[in-house]
């Protein structure tokens, strides 16, 4: 049973197996833009033929995956392989008929993410981004209270002006939006500075609090975290390397 288990590890840990994997998603990529095309029907006849060729590649490598695990669950305890079993599974989801059409295409393109799981500099991103998230949504929950107040208070102001801008909150905050993104802002404050000439306060001030200080917080906290992930990185693997040559001896 041992060497059963050794036979699949040693294929899964394999280079030239993860170098096929990334292939395979590379062609599942490739498979899923051209089918946006309008195809002659011999020429998506071949696309079909990819198609079903990927997905049983993808059961085949799970499978492999899963055969690899001793005992074979311990697979589940990793939630980035619950998320490849995931994909793969949805892939098998049948669909059929000109209706279903913009599904199937969907669950297809799902299968890219797949190259995430795959790539462990790419594990290590989405990770750093998870881990980002308590800090990051304190402050965009603060970005988000002074793009409402902002937003009031342009509304009553401006309302007159532009209402196709400034009609009520919820179009405020796409016009602040635009703002933050530096996107014909000067525009949009010129059209208010032509009736009130001191309303440069109210842009400058939102630009300043949330573009340069808020926004760029988002940013600092993004970076600390990602640099922390790369000074832990050596002294993992150097204490899973101690840990695996204890276990040798």
Same mark, same amino acid.
């Given at each position: ?15 030239? &197996?993860? /170098? ?12 899923? =833009? +051209? ?15 990819? *198609?079903?060729?990927?997905? +049983? ?10 055969? #690899? ?8 305890? #990793? =939630? ?7 994909? +793969? /599974? ?40 998870? @881990?980002?998230?308590?800090?990051? =949504? ?7 209270? &002074? ?23 919820? #179009? ?60 832990? @990185? ?6 899973? @390397?101690?840990?695996? *040559? #204890?276990?040798?001896?």
């Amino acid at each position: 049973m041992n060497s059963f288990v050794d036979f699949f590890l040693k294929i899964r840990n394999s280079n030239i &197996f993860n /170098a096929i994997v990334i292939a395979v998603i590379l062609a599942s990529a490739f498979y899923a =833009g +051209v089918t946006t095309y309008d195809l002659p029907d011999d020429f998506e006849i071949t696309l079909n033929f990819l *198609d079903y060729a990927i997905t +049983v590649f993808f059961l085949v490598e799970i499978l492999i995956r899963l055969m #690899s695990e001793k005992p074979f669950y311990n697979f589940f305890k #990793s =939630g980035w392989n619950i998320f490849d079993f995931t994909i +793969v /599974a949805i892939s098998l989801i049948p669909v059929g008929g000109a209706e279903t059409v913009f599904v199937a295409r969907l669950l297809r393109i799902v299968r890219i993410l797949r190259v995430i799981t795959i790539v462990p500099e790419f594990r290590r991103i989405v990770d750093g981004l998870v @881990k980002t998230i308590p800090r990051v =949504g304190f402050v965009v929950l603060l970005m988000f209270i &002074f793009f409402y107040i902002w937003a009031t208070i342009g509304s009553m102001l401006f309302h007159d002006i532009d209402p196709s801008r400034w009609g009520n909150v919820g #179009s405020a905050m796409l016009v602040l939006l635009q703002l933050i993104t530096y996107d014909d802002w000067a525009a949009v404050m010129g059209d208010v500075l032509e009736v009130y000439p001191y309303m440069w306060i109210y842009f400058v001030s939102f630009l300043i609090l949330n573009g340069f200080i808020l926004f760029n917080m988002v940013i600092g906290i993004i970076v600390d975290v990602m640099a922390r992930e790369a000074q832990a @990185k050596p002294a993992e693997t150097q204490s899973s @390397k101690i840990d695996q *040559d #204890s276990s040798h001896q």
